[in-house]
């Protein structure tokens, strides 16, 4: 019994193999599918060459929101350095964005005319008693 396993005294077991016949066509066919797929996957896929793209595109874009925001930051950091230190900083801004006076100080406000949007001239207001308008 071993002998027919083993066929006449050869060392290697023999094993009858099928060959499968496939026209070439056919085949070309096939590879052509598998290397398709291959290519939307190494692109579209979760690791593909888009998603790639789109990250470093991302990264970019928050590089450049990190630099502006840490310029930003550098600018408030001197200007709270110069609100701690400087007393003539402070009453600069009480007087310019809060409107703060000393005694003794004259407010001069400018009236600027509205422009008629059709000949670019001033509309007169009711303070005007003249015709003509400068």
Known sequence: MLKILWGQGNKYLRVKRKSIDISPKF???LLVIILVLITVFFITGDAGLWNLWMAQKEI???KERIDELEQKNTLLAAEIERLNSDPFAIEKIAREKYGY???????YRLITLPVDEADGKH???SLDSSSEYP
């Open 27 to 29: 085949a070309r066919i």
């Open 60 to 62: 970019r874009s928050l």
């Open 101 to 107: 006076l000393r005694p003794g100080d004259k407010v």
């Open 123 to 125: 509309i007169p207001s």
